[in-house]
């Protein structure tokens, strides 16, 4: 979806268009699985329009959400983060979440097809969209975890 698109789509949900909203769009356009939270989406914001408000920025977000704009996260990390829903998304993808560093590796492969159908037809229940979040070690932390032990075994034979 382009700027052109989203101000329709303002229009068609009787929003005004505004600077502010167009500004947030194209950070957020611009920051594509970045998943900004909204302070961190002020802050790029505000570069470009130094009066843009945090209360703005939470409102056009809410905006945004009622109209399928973005996707709201919740990594489990006290606040919501926000990404743009791109135009090839049957829905959302899934995520993986490194415990010991925050970082958040995005899986674009969706491998739950055959489950959802199973679902609809065991269940007679329409899957609309799903949410999948890992939990674990990602390769950086687990280097750096591989590292320290080997620190730690080359110092106990100095020893």
């Given at each position: 979806m382009d700027?052109?698109?989203m101000k329709k789509l303002l229009v068609e949900n009787?929003?005004?268009i505004t600077k502010q909203r167009e500004i947030v769009f194209n950070?957020?356009?611009?920051?594509?699985?970045?998943?900004?939270?909204p302070e961190e989406l002020h802050?790029?914001?505000?570069?470009?329009?130094?009066?843009?408000?945090?209360?703005?920025?939470?409102r056009t977000l809410?905006?945004?959400d009622k109209m399928n704009l973005v996707h709201k996260l919740d990594f489990d990390d006290k606040r919501y983060r926000y990404?743009?829903?791109?135009?090839?998304d049957k829905h959302q993808h899934h995520h993986l979440i490194c415990k010991n560093c925050g970082k958040i590796i995005e899986v674009e492969e969706d491998y739950l097809d055959t489950l959802e159908e199973i679902i609809e037809d065991k269940y007679k229940f329409k899957v609309s969209n799903h949410d999948l979040k890992f939990y674990g070690s990602c390769s950086d932390c687990l280097n750096l975890e591989k590292n320290r032990r080997l620190l730690l075994c080359k110092n106990k034979r100095k020893l």
């Open positions: 700027v052109k698109d009787n929003y005004k950070v957020l356009n611009e920051n594509k699985g970045n998943h900004l939270s802050e790029i914001a505000s570069k470009y329009d130094k009066d843009l408000g945090i209360a703005t920025v939470y809410v905006i945004f990404e743009i829903i791109r135009d090839d």
